[in-house]
């Protein structure tokens, strides 16, 4: 009768564990793997860490990069890079000196257009952290047809690929914050199972506790996986053009003369306060859990030409490319940029107009212009983005002479 086999790390023998792994000489218990395991998976840890720390970008860095992406909105920018910094030196060091380090969750606040969501998409680029994008309109109480609050964290351990210690570091941005604002009574005679109990339910997570969220992103029943989540690291950016909240300069009309020019720069200074907040249909437990408000401004005319040709992927690139693809030299003369910029302003929509604007009077020269022989270049004038029926100016290859 052949020995029992004995482990050869910590000496059980094969009848008192589930698994043992031999080879020749040796054997080892599926115990001593899973200790292996474990500790080899926080060694790997530490070393994320102290990773991130040295590649922690400081404020000033982190502005200039989304100078790359985002015209204007500086205030914002250094509201996002301190609270980003921040954000890191709190997670490596939550208690120091024997003083308890609080996150300090954020709000964007701006017209639409105006940048919300694209700054916090380039912060995903700087970023060593798991960064996750929701939308609040999608949200709904739990028990009813939506999303669960829960699943905003689903995103972010998806983000992380399943690593719920590197996942409870991250950063959330939940978009449309303020379509979940409190309706008012006249407008509900029941629960406000979109609004202000999403707000609720939103609570727990922004201020830091522990919630079970599911793995797959599914709703939570008794049969779905869940893993148990630690928001205390975790740092909300929430944003929302909160519609009405901030007077409209563009609408206003006035009869006033002298001083008038002077009232309506301060109208444009126009500070949102909490009180406002709560008074739009914010509940002030949810304002209270974000404490500092980045209030992004209307762009100007001068800042649409400018998003227009000089971020790295400005819309101008982008259909100079396509061109280039079919050997063609696309140009836009200043006057042309300008009635682009005009239009998007009288639209209201902000830099999100400006793509509409451009494919617009761009149709016509995209179905026409490969199929022209021996063209060259193409320059967009004024009269194009006025009408599109109008021509711009063709430059053909000059034939060689026999």
Do not use: W
Not at 162 to 175: C, F, K, P, S, T
Not at 225 to 240: K, R
Not at 309 to 334: R, S, V
């Amino acid at each position: 009768m052949s020995e029992e086999k004995s482990c050869s790390f910590c000496g059980r023998k094969q009848s008192e564990v589930k698994k043992m792994f031999s080879s020749e000489t040796t054997h080892i218990c599926n115990e001593c793997v899973t200790t292996c395991s474990n500790i080899l998976q926080k060694e790997v840890g530490y070393e994320q860490r102290a990773k991130m720390q040295e590649q922690l970008p400081k404020p000033a860095k982190i502005v200039e990069h989304l100078d790359k992406h985002i015209i204007g909105q500086e205030d914002a920018k250094k509201v996002l890079a301190v609270a980003l910094y921040n954000h890191y030196k709190r997670i490596e060091n939550p208690v120091y000196n024997n003083v308890e380090m609080e996150k300090s969750n954020i709000l964007l606040l701006g017209p639409t257009g105006s940048g919300k969501t694209l700054l916090a998409k380039s912060l995903s680029k700087i970023m060593n952290v798991p960064f996750a994008v929701a939308d609040a309109t999608a949200l709904t109480e739990a028990g009813y047809v939506g999303e669960d609050v829960e699943s905003i964290l689903s995103r972010l351990l998806a983000a992380a690929n399943y690593d719920i210690e590197l996942a409870q570091r991250g950063i959330v941005y939940i978009d449309e914050i303020d379509k979940i604002a409190r309706k008012s009574e006249s407008t509900t005679m029941g629960r406000d199972v979109s609004g202000e109990g999403v707000q609720q339910g939103l609570l727990k997570i922004l201020e830091g506790s522990e919630v079970y969220v599911p793995v797959k992103g599914s709703r939570k029943n008794s049969t779905t996986e869940t893993v148990l989540f630690d928001t205390t690291h975790v740092l909300f950016v929430a944003g929302g053009a909160f519609v009405g909240l901030v007077p409209d300069t563009n609408t206003k009309k006035s009869n006033k003369v002298g001083f008038g020019s002077v009232q309506k720069a301060e109208m444009k200074e126009f500070k949102v306060d909490q009180k406002a907040l709560v008074h739009y249909g914010i509940i002030p437990e949810f304002i209270g859990r974000i404490p500092i408000i980045a209030q992004l401004k209307e762009l100007t005319r001068e800042q649409m030409v400018q998003i227009l040709m000089e971020p790295d992927n400005a819309l101008i690139k982008q259909f100079q490319a396509l061109f280039e693809m079919d050997g063609i030299a696309l140009e836009f003369e200043p006057k042309a940029l300008e009635a682009i910029a005009i239009k998007a302003t009288e639209r209201g929509v902000g830099a999100r107009g400006l793509r509409g604007i451009i494919e617009e009077a761009m149709l016509p020269l995209q179905f026409s212009c490969p199929s022209m022989e021996g063209l060259e270049g193409c320059t967009i004038t004024e009269a194009v983005i006025d009408d599109p029926k109008n021509q711009p100016i063709f430059t053909f290859k000059k034939e060689e002479e026999a």
